[in-house]
């Protein structure tokens, strides 16, 4: 099969797995080749559903998927407890990874999905598909608009759901608050947004502390439904400044994200010497324009 397309599967029957697969084959360069579920009667009802084209391979298992050797890359969209039992095996098969946020459970999870994948020299990618939108690239030029924003001060990143309103049994039966299977909760679905967006903005360096702060709320199981936490960034020149002064000299970033509010919101407000811009919903991009409203700050 030498007509240099990349053979896609997908391992489960995920909801965000409808997107992403629209998203395969629609994509130049790329084929939708296979399918596996834990039944062969579900993967086949996904591909008939989501209009999968007639000679996608249905398989009824993650690992018939891994077998097949036209496959040269796979989208795992599974719970997260599930990512490193899957990312290992895929990468010891040569697949090239696409991996579901958040990427793991733990720093040391992610440690071995990453060793794995150097170890077997196979391609690791997270999903987080703002950041790779041409929008988001605009967005840049935006930020680091000197003479537009000055230098950035403050970054406050928020995202909320109210997952109620979409699904009434969400807390009791959907998996992304099921402790065995998606313990991050709000954290890793929506605040992985929100952290991304931070730390693009300040081109991936990392804080120099983070502090989550009082009043998270958890289920019973001890999954985050809703929390605050902030990150401070520091130079050499600021030096230690405490985030709680409001300091305009201080760099700040604010993560809110919840899943018990009456609205879906999402925003980044970037805060400036100059001015101050507050970006909606900048993570959705159904098209490629952006609401920006554009402050000036006042003169002290």
């Known amino acids: 099969m030498d007509d240099g397309l990349v053979r896609f599967g997908i391992l489960g029957c995920a909801y965000i797995a409808r997107k992403m697969s629209r998203a395969i084959m629609q994509a130049q360069g790329v084929c939708l080749y296979a399918i596996g579920s834990r039944s062969l009667e579900k993967a086949q009802a996904f591909a008939k559903d989501n209009g999968f084209p007639s000679d996608t391979k249905v398989y009824g ?32 098969k040569k697949k090239h990874v696409l991996l579901e946020k958040p990427p793991a459970l ?93 730390l693009w903005a300040y081109d991936y360096n990392l804080p120099a502390s983070i502090v989550v702060l009082p009043g998270a709320q958890l289920t019973e199981g001890g999954v985050i439904t809703r929390y605050i936490g902030s990150a401070r960034f520091c130079d050499s020149i600021q030096g230690e400044i405490c985030i709680f002064q409001g300091s305009k000299v201080a760099q700040e970033a604010w ?46």
């Open 255 to 300: 993560i809110h994200c919840g899943r018990l509010f009456q609205e879906r919101h999402s925003r980044i407000l970037l805060e400036g010497e100059a001015v101050k811009s507050t970006w909606s919903s900048p993570w959705m991009v159904s098209s490629d324009s952006l609401n920006m409203l554009i402050m000036r700050q006042p003169e002290v």
């Open 61 to 92: 298992s993650y690992q018939s998927v891994l077998d097949d050797e036209a496959v040269d890359a796979v989208y795992i969209p599974l719970p997260t407890s599930l990512h490193v039992d899957w990312v290992l095996k895929a990468s010891a």
């Open 106 to 198: 733990s720093t040391e999870d992610l440690d071995k999905i990453i060793s794995a994948c150097e170890l077997e020299g196979v391609q690791l990618m997270d999903c987080t598909m703002w950041t790779h939108h041409p929008r988001t690239v605009k967005m840049k030029e935006v930020l680091k608009s000197h003479d537009l924003l000055g230098d950035i001060l403050e970054v406050h990143a928020s995202f909320f759901v109210p997952m109620k309103a979409y699904d009434p049994n969400f807390f009791t039966e959907n998996i992304r608050i099921n402790p065995e299977l998606d313990a991050l909760g709000a954290l890793g679905d929506l605040g992985w947004y929100c952290a991304r967006a931070i």
